[in-house]
């Protein structure tokens, strides 16, 4: 079992930015790909960004391209996701996502996530 848990969301202007951060417990958190995701209200989740377990090999999704970036900090069993030049279209609940195939490959599959955290608000105004 992993427990996740987001913080760092918030409301920011347009071309703000924001980081947010997911801390891990329970099972070897250093094994596991670990991901970001989004859901916008109406909206079905979307893949957002994915880091290896060793934090390389990020992989974006192509509207956050350039202006997000994930990492990870296996010594503090913590994600984050930097967020810059944020836009209107960015405001969704942020979720983190842990893969269940230890030292796995990144993907942007969300079946393949078994661990989710409760979500974290981010707003961005224009």
């Known amino acids: 079992q992993v427990q996740l848990v987001e913080s760092g969301g918030g409301l920011v202007q347009a071309g703000g930015s924001l980081r947010l951060s997911c801390a891990a417990s329970?099972?070897?958190?250093?094994?596991?790909?670990m991901g970001w995701f989004r859901q916008a209200p109406g909206k079905e989740r979307e893949f957002v960004a994915a880091?290896?377990?060793?934090?390389?090999?990020?992989y974006y999704a192509d509207s956050v391209k350039g202006r997000f970036t994930i990492s990870r900090d296996n010594a503090k069993n913590t994600l984050y996701l930097q967020m810059n030049s944020l836009k209107p279209e960015d405001t969704a609940v942020y979720y983190c996502?842990?893969?269940?195939?230890?030292?796995?490959?990144?993907?942007?599959?969300?079946?393949?996530?078994?661990?989710w955290g409760q979500g974290t608000q981010v707003t961005v105004s224009s």
């Open positions: 329970g099972r070897a958190f250093s094994t596991l790909p």
């Open positions: 880091v290896s377990w060793s934090g390389g090999s990020p």
């Open positions: 996502a842990a893969d269940h195939r230890a030292m796995g490959g990144v993907t942007a599959d969300p079946l393949e996530y078994d661990y």
